[in-house]
């Protein structure tokens, strides 16, 4: 038995590959274009012991999809690939649209050519898991939380363009019985997180002694769950999810983005004393063009019906995280000085 992963080398994606790996024997096949995100250190361990192949390409071509996804015969496939930073978005919507929506495109048609010839046990099994965000619906105010029923209103290029690829998963469900399922999980941290994002970056420019920007005045507000709370929400959904059905995924642990990084100061501060108090370094930046203000997921869907919680508690799995970039330079210092030093994007 085959899963096929795209997007397995990035951050939530490799998640995703070593947490299959613990949880069954099959063979794991991920494509990933290897973009400046993607990061094949991520797989090492994987790679190595034979438990993960790795097809380097990219998700746009749709006839090479349709011959990856034939030749892979894989159980279920989880659509992870994309271009998924907000700020780049801002930047170049362009490689947005081709990846999110064109790329899903492709890896749909080539699932419905793959299941349209499957024979009847197999064709019932198979699912497509669509990994979108819960960007898609746009912004909240003080109150309530998003659910499966909320009505898009993405804001940014990002956000628009996953919101696109959901359609489009939704309609080949409908269009064409393709078995498809829709994740919409909130924002993740956790081991291997390209360090543009918020978590990352702060806990890298904590360790150098540089200034820790912070958007606006740190009021925005979102929902935080460990990359494999949702590796495992994943697996559950393909293994007893309901096609057609989508599940919003989430954490429960809404906090604002000052709280984040003064929770980030004061455990360096234990970990690293001779850089405290690293609070000092806290600088209040111009804010990002179309911030979203607050973004929190009623993840009572997926808890009733699959049974699915998160397993840790932030401030736990934040500390972890921490440690792990810590204990990780081999991880992060290549990605430094190759790709991305730390500067600011999306000032539009
Ligand atoms: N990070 C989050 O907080 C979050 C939250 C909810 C949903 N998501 C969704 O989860 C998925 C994975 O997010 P992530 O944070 O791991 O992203 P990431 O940026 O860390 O990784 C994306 C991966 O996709 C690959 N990729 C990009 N363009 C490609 C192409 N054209 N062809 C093949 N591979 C390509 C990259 O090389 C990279 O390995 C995305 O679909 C994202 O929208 C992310």
Known sequence: MTWLV????????????HHLAEASDDKIVVIDKLTYAGNRASLGDLEKAGRVELVVEDITRADRMKELVWDAAPKAIFHLAAETHVDRSIDGPGAFIATNVSGTYSMLEGARAFHARLPGEDKRAFRFIHISTDEVFGSLGEEGAFCETTPYAPSSPYSASKAGSDHLARAWFHTFGLPVIVSNCSNNYGPRQFPEKLIPLMILKCLAGEKLPVYGRG????????????????????????????????????????DIVNTICEIMDDRRPEGAPHKRLIEFVTDRPGHDFRYAIDASKI?????????????????ETIDWYLGNEGWWKPVQQSVYVGERLGKA
């Open 6 to 17: 795209t997007g397995g080398a990035g951050f939530i994606g490799s998640a995703l590959c």
């Open 219 to 258: 009021v925005n507000v979102r929902d935080w769950l460990h990359a494999e709370d949702h590796a495992r929400a994943l697996l559950m959904m393909a293994q007893n999810g309901v096609p057609g059905e989508t599940y919003c995924v989430g954490g429960g642990a809404e906090r604002t983005n000052i």
């Open 303 to 319: 808890s009733s019906s699959l049974g699915w919680a998160p397993s840790r508690d932030f401030e736990t799995g934040l500390t």
